[in-house]
């Protein structure tokens, strides 16, 4: 969807990186631009392309994007969330001794992101899109929380309406098998007041 943005909107993704190093005076405009040519002083300014992830470019091009998709379709009919247990054994046995699964945190965010893709392409994009009649677009960034712990947010555009949605009970509030109320009181009357909501549309 990206062609539908006009082409110098997609130019602001690009975005240079002024380097001070070795620098003790402040820098002036004269220094980053030539007054006389009205080039860019190439000895101390890069180019930051829009591949490199938490870049500026990167994250432009990103907005645009989704900026895009919003102007197309609109609001988004789902918005979801999936948490890492990191403390499972699946992420703990990793590693041989390794105690908690961020002791390496290389091969822990591999490890994450390739069970994330494989459960997002064959049961977000195919089981779960079949049954709610089609998914038309998406959106998902990953945050990671201050212990370490990844988290995904994702927003989903169906073919389905939101009314649509809720009279198929996808869009519902529930609790758990179980009787939390006397197993967990606290969680109960916590997730009761603050966590339950009705679709008041």
């Not at 006009?6 to 002024?18: C, D, Q």
């Not at 994450?112 to 779960?128: A, P, Q, T």
Request: contains cysteine; glycine residues 4%; aromatic residues 10%.
């Amino acid at each position: 969807m990206l062609d539908t943005i006009e082409k110098n909107k997609i130019a602001t993704a690009n975005r240079f990186v002024i380097s001070t190093k070795g620098r003790t005076q402040k820098l002036k405009q004269r220094d980053i631009v030539n007054p006389q040519t009205k080039k860019l002083n190439k000895n101390i300014i890069s180019t930051v392309p829009p591949h490199i992830r938490s870049s500026y470019a990167y994250k432009k091009r990103n907005y645009l994007d989704l900026q895009c998709i919003f102007d197309n379709l609109g609001s988004p009919q789902l918005f979801l969330t999936f948490s890492c247990s990191d403390n499972s054994e699946d992420f703990r046995s990793l590693i041989p001794g390794m105690a908690n699964a961020w002791d390496d945190p290389v091969v822990f965010a591999m490890h994450w992101k390739r069970k994330w893709l494989k459960f997002f392409n064959n049961y977000i994009l195919g089981y779960f899109a079949d049954q709610i009649g089609g998914v038309k677009e998406y959106s998902w960034v990953l945050e990671v929380q201050d212990r370490g712990s990844p988290h995904i947010h994702l927003v989903l555009w169906t073919e389905k309406t939101v009314n649509e949605l809720i009279d198929m009970n996808v869009v519902h509030t529930w609790f758990p098998p179980g009787n939390s109320s006397t197993s967990d009181p606290l969680m109960h009357q916590l997730v009761n007041t603050h966590q339950l909501h009705s679709c008041n549309l």
